[in-house]
T-cell receptor, first 114, second 112 residues
């Protein structure tokens, strides 16, 4: 679990707030991911960064804005969220973005939008 | 047809028994196959990866892959109450290239 860290672990925000989620990986990987996990739904891939370049945006609403300043850090900026955005947000990393490398997850941020 | 489908569960087995978790996938070009374990309120933890046909064993866990049948399974021998969790099947490569596609998960309960 310490290979990929996420902060904060819990977040409650109003619909008009702006907040950011942070992810850091200590595994020397080059690809980082944001996933959303809602109750009773499969994991949904949101964004992928490979060597700091965004390679996938899975039709995510613009109220979610990712940032990847380097291969070890990943942010998810949140603004004007909706109650249906309440979920567990998971960061993961892998050696490269190729589908054959193992992805390791952080502990997640439990987000509640009120 | 769903891209990755797992047996719906929940699956309940007695302590000491073999738990069998199954996963089928639709993309014949898939190259990598993973099993994750997720405890309630926690994040997914990688427990097995398999890339070629056949069996791969790691302790009490055995992953089985049959690409011709587009089927991957996870066997847990000598099941323990601590194995009670949701097990996620994830498939990578093929037409999805770098994307891992996850199944909906199977809830396993091991009762004493």
């Amino acid at each position: 679990e310490t290979g990929v860290t996420q902060t904060p672990r819990h977040l409650v925000m109003g619909m008009t707030n702006k907040k950011s989620l942070k992810c850091e990986q200590h595994l020397g990987h080059n690809a980082m991911y944001w996933y959303k996990q809602s109750a009773k739904k499969p994991l949904e891939l949101m964004f992928v960064y490979n060597f700091k370049e965004q390679t996938e945006n899975n039709s995510v609403p613009s109220r979610f804005s990712p940032e990847c300043p380097n291969s070890s850090h990943l942010f998810l900026h949140l603004h004007t969220l909706q109650p249906e955005d309440s979920a567990l947000y998971l960061c993961a990393s892998s050696q490269e973005y190729s589908g054959v490398y193992e992805q390791y997850f952080g502990p997640g941020t439990r987000l509640t939008v009120t | 047809q769903k891209e990755v489908e797992q047996n719906s569960g929940p699956l309940s087995v007695p302590e000491g028994a073999i738990a069998s978790l199954n996963c089928t996938y639709s993309d014949r070009g898939s190259q990598s196959f993973f099993w994750y374990r997720q405890y309630s309120g926690k994040s997914p933890e990688l427990i097995m990866s398999i890339y070629s046909n056949g069996d791969k064993e790691d302790g009490r866990f055995t992953a089985q892959l049959n690409k011709a049948s587009q089927y991957v399974s996870l066997l847990i021998r000598d099941s323990q109450p601590s194995d009670s969790a949701t097990y996620l099947c994830a498939i990578g490569g093929g037409t999805s290239y770098g994307k891992l596609t996850f199944g909906q998960g199977t809830i396993l309960t091991v009762h004493p």
